[in-house]
């Protein structure tokens, strides 16, 4: 019986190798999911402000243009960085000590200097004339980037010891305690020491640093309670019990917790309609800013809500994947960097405003009002896509 066999030849194979050749990726769906998240932003933001904007600065719109306005700024600079990614991210890579360094100074800048501003009872700005900033989201980013820089330069070795961790991580304590005690923004500061212990997780750490960690931070959680709770004239204690028991504090701090609780449940499944919330007409406070996924809840619905949190989770899920398949480690830290501070302060704030933690203060990203906040995460979701165009794909 004589058995037949299909040949190939040599020029066969060489031409299908010619045919397969890589090309850079690009992730067009987390762009066009994050484009329509902002989009979506301008409009819940419009609805949420125009009333007080209509009272405090006599134009309804007057939020909403000046977030504009910070997000076309942010979309040029994200544009520039796409396009040269390469550059971007080794640049990033090479400045992020002197970044980090930079962004510590203006935090001291801010009780050390005239040119500090006082907002709300606190002064946690940097400003002149008609130009401010918050140094406390330029502390996120660089020690997003830096932190990734120094796991990065770290051999396979120097990972497995815990005493290298814990010095990249001291850049990280420096900058939470800088926060914290100049600035008295505890929201922020939990946000920066959270981010770059997720980094490190996720790049895989010694037993010994994990139990370490636990151990510090059970031994510091008693007196770092008692100094949070009653620095400030007990204002966190009040937080607390607030927290605890909104109905009792109804006319002290539990009156925004309340009113946006009030919001919430009269949405009910697909909500009131947009632009029809009542809680927005001086019921909620900083309803344009932390508390605006509670109008969220009452113009949309439950519906609303889950729809917005599956974008998040959209978001998310695509910077895993480019994390995933980056061509280097900090390139990959990076992404999950980004992907770390979205996720702790879209969970904060959800959590804040249906009040199952203390009220601290968290802006719900992309959406929440707030000009430095937006300028950076475009900035963190340029480097993100620039990311996603290094990554080959075989075809």
Not at 103 to 116: D, K, N, Q
Not at 149 to 168: E, F, G, H, P, T
Not at 325 to 351: R, T, W, Y
Request: aromatic residues 12%; contains cysteine.
């Amino acid at each position: 019986m004589k058995t037949e066999y299909n040949s190939v030849s040599e020029d066969e194979i060489v031409k299908t190798k010619k045919e397969k050749k890589s090309v850079n990726y690009f992730d067009y769906s987390l762009l066009c999911v994050l484009i329509f998240l902002i989009c979506l932003g301008f409009v819940l933001l419009y609805s949420a402000s125009s009333y007080s904007a209509q009272l405090a600065k006599g134009d309804a719109s007057y939020y909403v243009k000046r977030e504009i306005i910070f997000t076309i700024a942010g979309g040029v600079v994200g544009w520039f960085v796409i396009k040269n990614s390469k550059f971007f991210i080794t640049l990033m890579n090479r400045m992020a000590m002197p970044m980090y360094i930079v962004s510590i100074v203006c935090v001291v800048m801010v009780v050390a200097t005239p040119l500090g501003i006082e907002r709300n009872g606190a002064k946690r700005w940097l400003g002149y004339g008609i130009f401010s900033f918050q140094p406390a989201e330029f502390v996120k980013f660089t020690v997003i980037v830096l932190t990734a820089s120094l796991l990065s330069k770290c051999s396979q070795k120097a990972l497995k010891d815990y005493r290298n961790i814990w010095r990249v991580y001291s850049y990280t304590i420096v900058a939470t305690l800088s926060i914290m005690v100049l600035t008295s923004n505890l929201s922020s500061a939990i946000i920066i020491a959270t981010i770059p212990a997720i980094m490190i997780l996720v790049v895989g750490v010694p037993k010994k640093f994990v139990k370490q960690a636990i151990f510090l931070v059970a031994l510091a959680a008693i007196p770092m309670g008692a100094y949070l709770t009653l620095h400030g004239d007990g204002f966190r204690l009040n937080r607390i019990s607030v927290w605890l028991n909104p109905e009792d504090n109804a006319a002290d701090g539990g009156f925004q917790v309340l009113q946006g609780l009030y919001a919430i449940g009269s949405g009910g499944l697909f909500g009131k309609g947009l632009g029809q919330s009542a809680q927005k007409l001086g019921f909620v406070p900083e309803s344009a800013n932390d508390m605006i996924f509670s109008i969220v809840c009452e113009e949309l619905g439950l519906f609303g809500a889950v729809a917005i949190i599956v974008l998040f989770a959209f978001i998310i899920r695509r910077m895993r994947i480019i994390a995933g398949n980056a061509p280097d480690l900090f390139s990959s830290l990076l992404v999950v960097g980004v992907m770390a501070q979205i996720s702790v302060q879209v969970v904060l704030n959800i959590a804040v405003v249906t009040n199952s933690i203390p009220n601290t203060g968290v802006s719900l990203p992309f959406i929440s009002y707030g000009g430095t906040s937006i300028l950076f995460l475009l900035y963190e979701m340029s480097l993100v896509l620039a990311v996603s165009k290094q990554i080959k794909r075989i075809q």
